[in-house]
């Protein structure tokens, strides 16, 4: 007897690629993993559009590193979802930042051959950026 095989809503949304533009985000999930050499840490926040009818429910990845972690400041990424300047030191615990929204501005770029969708710059939810 065969197994049913469940594919939620979720599930399907994940598959899809948001469109490129402007969408609202609101970053669900904190996930941390070993780099592939093991010599430092894979940082990604996702993100699900909540705005845009046919884009709401898909996901954008901010992806960092730890040993590039000003990335997480000059990307934009972290100034858009505390919704302040970063201009100085600062220690976030990043299940903090889960729930809030932020404007992510998506774009494709070829990777090894495949389209991907990545963040180009953000903005805070307090200031629509378009």
Sequence with gaps: ?????RVTQDD???SKQPADG????????FVEDDSKDKKSKN???ECVIVSDG?????Y?????NSKAMGMIVSSGFLPAVLDRVVDDEVEINPDELVGKEFWGEIAS?????KIQKEFKTYSPSSKIPF
């Design 1 to 5: 007897n065969m197994p049913l095989l």
């Design 12 to 14: 399907i949304n994940r």
């Design 22 to 29: 402007w969408h609202l985000f609101t970053v669900e999930k």
């Design 43 to 45: 940082y990604a926040f």
């Design 54 to 58: 046919a884009n709401k429910g898909r």
């Design 60 to 64: 954008g990845f901010a992806r960092f």
């Design 109 to 113: 770029r070829t990777y090894e051959g």
